[in-house]
């Protein structure tokens, strides 16, 4: 543990030069509240060598919640001991802190918040908390964390702490605080940006109507055109399923290929990227009617089994060989296909119900391949038939497979090590400038949080 610790405050001198190294243990660091936020926020500071002491209306009551380590104790006795302060109570029971005034007077108070809804006009959570006690300093933070990532660590998306206040010398602290915890602070600036920061999450996890309302479109557009090559009969939807599902998973990785494309062309990371969030996060909501097409193909092919028009088929391809005097009707072609067909579907379910973290995970990528591959072995050779072209439009799967084979020659070109290198050297140099710009303290001694 000591060995961990050491390492973390070189660290932290690396990263902050002009900073001396902090004495991360004294004085405490207090939490306002007892709810599933506040016990995993206790777990990760008394994990990273910090005394914690948690404020309570009741500490007998809930001096057993918290792991052993944490001082429970009354929300006064936590004011006065901790100069930064986690309030992690509902933003409208911000009014009973009103007697503690004088305690926090002062001291640095870590607003970790969300809102229900989005907050477009209305004054934001860590505004109000500031308006409430104005001789304290108020930093907005760790509100885009989820209690799950604070208990088992930092985890690829859930590494970055949005972090803004009027108080320059409190935000930093708070940074600082953030980086011992294992996370990356991200400056937002004045805290008239919390309201941007509490609605984050509400548009990291947006409501899914849009993703339906795209799946219900290309659901439309595939089965119609099915429509004008043939006669509509019900397999048709079966067919259409997978192709929605595939074509919307590509969709996932279309923004950050041409977003990686665009940083190689401008050289830099610092211009913004045109409708860059909004694109990225209706992309990102797209995993559950992706997950949803494909288990609704799976069973409907599951269910064509076992219709009555597969016994008649097959009675009619019996009837047929006996005709035709044929002892055996084994086609080693059709074999092949059918059963490498199966087995990348079945593949491709397993792998993309595993990758609910599409947009971040390898996973991703590998059930769009391997969902790729079930299409083409799908087509086989058909894509090549004359006959497949009914009023010269091409077969929906020769559509459907069109962008995921762009996407995953995209990515093949993003891995050569003259792009991956180059792509690396931009967004290290954006990070590395981001970590010495947007916290860097003043001249000023923060010896302690």
């Not at 405050?9 to 902050?16: D, K, M, R, T």
């Not at 579907?345 to 059930?367: K, N, P, R």
Request: hydrophobic letters at 45%; aromatic letters at 10%; a neutral charge.
């Amino acid at each position: 543990m000591c060995q961990v610790f050491c390492v973390l405050v070189l660290s932290l001198v690396v990263c902050f030069p002009d900073v001396p190294a902090c004495d991360l243990k004294s004085p405490a660091v207090g939490i306002l509240g007892t709810g599933d936020f506040s016990r995993s926020l206790a777990h990760r500071l008394l994990a990273c060598g910090l005394r914690v002491i948690v404020g309570s209306r009741s500490p007998d009551r809930n001096a057993d919640r918290f792991p052993a380590g944490v001082e429970v104790s009354t929300q006064r006795d936590a004011a006065a001991q901790a100069h930064v302060l986690f309030v992690a109570l509902f933003p409208d029971h911000y009014s009973s802190l009103a007697a503690l005034k004088g305690e926090l007077a002062g001291k640095v108070l870590v607003d970790v918040s969300n809102g229900t809804t989005l907050n477009r006009s209305r004054p934001s959570n860590a505004e109000e908390l500031a308006a409430l006690f104005p001789e304290s300093s108020v930093v907005k933070g760790f509100n885009v964390l989820s209690a799950w990532a604070l208990l088992n660590g930092p985890r690829d998306g859930s590494r970055q702490v949005l972090i803004c206040s009027d108080d320059f010398q409190a935000k930093n602290r708070v940074a600082l605080l953030a980086r011992s915890m294992g996370f990356v602070p991200v400056d937002m600036g004045c805290l008239s940006s919390a309201r941007d920061i509490e609605n984050a999450p509400l548009y990291l996890f947006p409501s899914w109507g849009s993703p339906f309302l795209c799946a219900v479109c290309l659901f439309f557009s595939f089965y119609i055109y099915n429509f004008f090559r043939g006669v509509l009969l019900p397999y048709m939807v079966n067919e259409t399923l997978p192709l929605v599902s595939l074509v919307m998973l590509a969709l996932v990785y279309l923004p950050g290929l041409l977003a990686a494309g665009l940083q190689l062309l401008r050289g830099t990371k610092y211009q913004h990227f045109p409708c860059g969030s909004t694109v990225g996060y209706v992309c990102a909501s797209s995993w559950p009617p992706q997950l949803l097409l494909c288990s609704m193909h799976a069973l409907y092919s599951l269910c064509l089994l076992c219709a009555s028009s597969a016994r008649y088929k097959l009675l009619n391809a019996a009837f047929k060989q006996v005709r035709l005097g044929q002892e055996s009707s084994w086609m080693e072609q059709d074999v092949w296909r059918m059963e490498l067909y199966l087995s990348f579907g079945i593949v491709a379910l397993g792998v993309l119900s595993f990758a609910s973290d599409v947009v971040s995970s390898g996973l991703g990528y590998a059930a769009l391949s391997i969902s790729t591959l079930h299409t083409l072995t799908f087509g086989w050779n058909r894509a090549f038939d004359p006959g497949q072209y009914e009023f010269y439009l091409p077969p929906t799967f020769v559509l459907a497979v069109l962008l995921p084979c762009i996407v995953l020659l995209g990515r093949l070109a993003l891995a050569l090590p003259c792009l991956s290198l180059r792509l690396a050297r931009i967004r290290r140099g954006w990070e590395t400038r981001l970590h010495q710009v947007h916290f860097r303290l003043p001249d000023e001694d923060m010896s302690t949080v």
